[in-house]
């Protein structure tokens, strides 16, 4: 399960880079497939990671570092969500791919770090 997780982020981050790239360079929005490739994809995130952290939960390892990492990707997802609306302003859209960004940097710190004493 965790190698489905990581490879789910893994083309979750490279949707978000080419969602980003075509609003940044050409002012245009990703096809309607990708948006729903994009729906897809942080269910699945959603539904794997809860699987795991049930699963460290029953043996009581430390997951303060999950709960930071599930903050960051609600900000990821609200930002991206307001980056990526065809409504939004470019200032809005550059604003929302760097909080989105930022977001993402701070989950994969996490997963590798996984500091026992965040809180």
Do not use: C, D, E
Request: no cysteine.
């Amino acid at each position: 399960m965790k190698h489905l997780h990581m490879l789910l982020v893994f083309i979750l981050i490279g949707l978000f880079i080419y969602q980003s790239f075509l609003v940044l360079s050409a002012n245009r929005r990703a096809p309607r497939p990708v948006k729903i490739a994009n729906h897809i994809l942080y269910a699945l995130v959603i539904v794997t990671g809860a699987w795991m952290l049930m699963q460290l939960m029953s043996v009581n390892a430390p997951v303060q570092w999950v709960f930071a990492k599930i903050i960051l990707l609600v900000a990821a997802i609200s930002a991206s969500v307001k980056a990526f609306s065809i409504n939004a302003a470019p200032t809005q859209s550059k604003v929302g791919i760097l909080i989105a960004g930022v977001a993402y940097i701070g989950i994969v710190i996490l997963a590798y770090a996984k500091p026992a004493n965040l809180f």
